[in-house]
Every structure is written in C-alpha cells, then in structure tokens.
C-alpha cells in the first residue's frame, strides 16, 4: 500500500522553526520528485516548494525562498521541510505528495494534479 505520512507540524512563535518529514511506505521515494503544499483556511493548496528524484534540483515559492529548505533522505525513505524564520502567513495544513516524471526547478510551478499520492497532512500554526 502506498502510503505518505507527514510529521513535525505544531504551534510556534514568529520566528521559529518547524522541520516537517514525510515518510513514504509501499514504494521508493527515490523515484519520484517530492512536493510540499500547503492550504490555509478558505484558500486554495498552493505548491511552496518541490525537489526532483533525478539530481535533486528544486523549486521554491518566492514567499520562502530563504527560509524553508526541502530535502530527502532515500536511504531513510523520507522527505522534509525545514522551515525557518516562521511568519504569520505560514500557518496551514501542511502536505508532502509524490509525483512521477517531475522536474523540479524554478522554471516549474508544482501543480496539485501533477502529484499523483498525497499525506494526510500536518498543521503548522504561528502564533504569538
């Protein structure tokens, strides 16, 4: 059974850090290209950042480059965020997804219907 479990989310202050891992089970994350997303209350999931499965290039939204950090760990199956310099803007539900024949890079912007399995997904809130 494929299978993707996000973990790591919680309540922060503004300035704070949050790592948030995604766990693959069922299949090998080393094939396909990683995606976080995110959705807030009322707005739509957004893609904030993406790595590929290939030489590891990524993707970031322009509102975290500098802060948040995406990486994998294949010999642990399991992909992360880390997050840094937590805003008020960045609380949502947090979700990893796995996506086959991405690319990730700045020209690409992730798509939710290019991510074939998704977590369940895990909350961050910033709040002082």
């Known amino acids: 059974q494929v299978q993707l479990v996000e973990s790591g989310g919680g309540l922060v202050q503004p300035g704070d850090s949050l790592k948030l891992s995604c766990a693959a089970s069922?299949?090998?994350?080393?094939?396909?290209?990683i995606g976080w997303f995110r959705q807030a209350p009322g707005k739509e999931r957004e893609g904030v950042s993406c790595?590929?499965?290939?030489?590891?290039?990524?993707y970031y939204k322009d509102s975290v480059k500098g802060r948040f950090t995406i990486s994998r760990d294949n010999a642990r199956n399991t992909a992360y965020l880390q997050m840094n310099s937590l805003k008020p803007e960045d609380p949502a539900v947090y979700y990893c997804?796995?996506?086959?024949?991405?690319?990730?890079?700045?020209?690409?912007?992730?798509?939710?219907?290019?991510?074939?399995?998704w977590g369940q997904g895990t909350q961050v809130t910033v709040s002082s």
């Open positions: 997804a796995a996506g086959d024949s991405l690319y990730c890079d700045e020209t690409y912007s992730p798509d939710t219907r290019d991510f074939g399995s």
């Open positions: 069922g299949f090998v994350l080393d094939y396909y290209a």
């Open positions: 790595i590929s499965s290939s030489d590891g290039s990524t």
